[in-house]
């Protein structure tokens, strides 16, 4: 038997703006927090003893700047917002130990709506 595949990813946005941008940022100097929450959420599933099935990942730019800090948590498309240390831990025995989503930290549909195919965007696009 092969090693088995995570069960989940955690996409957590680590993209910082440089000093100055007006653009809000995942990672801001004007959030200490902020710039610690990657090593928190990697820690967390270390001590529940899941890291072996989920896997955290850095990642840049997620385009939903003013509802930082963000992660997406696949599969399920589900990107939470105004991440605090708090809120990871709520959604890691929630959502990835408990199987259920929490609802209350996920981004407003307004920003984050149904995924659109390539095939209809580019039909959007007149292309």
């Known amino acids: 038997?092969?090693?088995?595949?995570?069960?989940?990813?955690?996409?957590?946005?680590?993209?910082s703006a440089p000093p100055g941008m007006p653009k809000p940022s995942c990672v801001s100097q004007q959030n200490p927090e902020s710039q610690q929450l990657f090593q928190y959420l990697s820690q967390k599933l270390m001590q529940e003893g899941i890291m072996g099935t989920v896997q955290p990942i850095r990642t840049g730019?997620?385009?939903r700047c003013s509802s930082g800090p963000v992660m997406l948590v696949e599969p399920g498309h589900t990107m939470y917002t105004a991440l605090t240390?708090?809120?990871?831990?709520?959604?890691?025995?929630?959502?990835i130990i408990?199987?259920?989503?929490?609802?209350?930290?996920?981004?407003?549909?307004?920003l984050w709506d149904e995924p659109i195919s390539p095939t209809d965007m580019k039909k959007q696009m007149g292309m």
């Not at 038997?1 to 993209?15: S, V």
């Not at 240390?85 to 959502?95: A, L, P, V, Y």
């Open 1 to 15: 038997m092969g090693i088995p595949q995570p069960a989940f990813y955690m996409f957590k946005c680590e993209q």
């Open 61 to 63: 730019c997620m385009n």
């Open 85 to 95: 240390k708090e809120k990871i831990d709520k959604i890691i025995s929630e959502h």
């Open 98 to 110: 408990g199987g259920n989503v929490v609802e209350e930290f996920v981004i407003d549909p307004e």
